[in-house]
């Protein structure tokens, strides 16, 4: 069966450090997304890829990068962990009008 | 920014009840989406309900759709603990160029079923 993987699903990182979290799909999907889920403020937007060599930013996306470099994959990394990026990650992937989520990473940034 | 407001922030019913969420939005939509989160998942997509419809069925789901509103409703009918879960509604909203494809999120309900 077609799915969405995220790894890891939990992450503990240090300020300061680099940090890539993995979203691999297996539907072909050309439309790629990346959240973060946060208490009080729902799903927010951070980057989003509409197919290989795309990326667009988000509401949120400062701080955060993305590439594509093939249809199933779409690394997110935080350029320089900080505090305020301790969150839950969403990955997304979509057909023509549903998105499928991943599992999620619990990020901790201490 | 939110497009989609969902109402109540959280709701509790016995099992067999009736449970009705609400989602209001602002802008002009494609569709609206339905999804649940059961706690640590990610989200799981329900109904989706286009601009031209006003309700549809699934299952035990009903979704209504006031487009002169902006305002839709998701119910579920004799409800189970199994459907305790955070539902959010998304607006497919009517856009062109960058961002056709972006689905903007609710805060969500957050359902509790008592067995």
């Known amino acids: 069966d077609a799915e969405i993987t995220q790894s890891p699903r939990h992450k503990i990182t240090e300020t300061g450090r680099q940090v890539t979290l993995a979203c691999h799909q297996t539907?072909?999907?050309?439309?790629m997304f990346w959240y973060r889920q946060d208490l009080g403020h729902g799903l927010r937007l951070i980057h989003y890829?509409?197919?290989?060599?795309?990326?667009n930013k988000g509401e949120v996306s400062d701080g955060y990068s993305v590439s594509r470099s093939n249809t199933e994959d779409l690394p997110l990394t935080l350029e320089s962990a900080a505090s305020s990026q301790t969150s839950v990650y969403f990955c997304a992937s979509r057909d023509t009008d549903t998105q499928y989520f991943g599992p999620g990473t619990r990020l901790t940034v201490l | 920014s939110q497009q989609g407001e969902e109402d109540p922030q959280a709701l509790s019913i016995q099992e067999g009840e009736n449970a009705t969420m609400n989602c209001s939005y602002k802008?002009?939509?494609?569709?609206l989406q339905w999804y649940r989160q059961n706690s640590g998942r990610g989200l799981v997509h329900l109904i989706l309900?286009?601009?031209?419809?006003r309700e549809k069925h699934s299952g035990r789901l009903r979704v209504t759709l006031d487009t002169s509103k902006k305002s839709s409703s998701l119910l579920i009918t004799a409800s189970r603990a199994a459907d305790t879960a955070s539902y959010f509604c998304a607006t497919d909203a009517k856009r062109s160029g960058a961002g056709s494809y972006q689905l903007t999120f609710g805060k969500g309900t957050k359902l509790s079923v008592i067995p």
């Open positions: 539907w072909n999907h050309n439309n």
């Open positions: 802008t002009s939509i494609n569709n």
């Open positions: 309900i286009r601009s031209n419809e």
């Open positions: 890829s509409y197919g290989v060599h795309d990326t």
